[in-house]
């Protein structure tokens, strides 16, 4: 069974900037995609970002275009999310989560993934 750690969330102004990093536990576990979704208190967990793994194809919310910035480490099956120009709306608990190759379904969807991380709290403040 693969497991994702996230780490990198905190606390932050508005205006400010984190790193979240995602750690798959195999390096050698196949990947198609890898992504970020968030979740908000009495809200559904929604897309944010997507990376595909073979040609770093990258997807983004409307809400976080321009600001986000998804990369992946191939060889340490790492996914790196840089948010910067933070606002209290991206208040959330971020989560990663992993697609494998035989997995059908959009890459927007987060149905369409096999694999999650606990989860790691951005809070923004105003």
């Known amino acids: 069974q693969v497991q994702l750690v996230e780490s990198g969330g905190g606390l932050v102004q508005a205006g400010g900037s984190l790193r979240l990093s995602c750690a798959a536990s195999?390096?050698?576990?196949?990947?198609?995609?890898m992504g970020w979704f968030r979740q908000a208190p009495g809200k559904e967990r929604e897309f944010v970002s997507a990376?595909?793994?073979?040609?770093?194809?990258?997807y983004y919310a409307h809400s976080v275009k321009g600001r986000f910035s998804i990369s992946r480490d191939s060889a340490e099956n790492t996914v790196v999310l840089r948010m910067n120009s933070l606002k209290p709306e991206d208040t959330a608990v971020y989560y990663c989560?992993?697609?494998?190759?035989?997995?059908?379904?959009?890459?927007?969807?987060?149905?369409?993934?096999?694999?999650w991380g606990q989860g790691t709290q951005v809070t923004v403040s105003s």
């Open positions: 990376i595909t793994w073979r040609d770093g194809d990258t």
């Open positions: 989560a992993a697609q494998e190759p035989d997995r059908s379904g959009s890459i927007y969807y987060s149905s369409s993934y096999n694999y």
């Open positions: 195999e390096r050698t576990f196949a990947t198609y995609a």
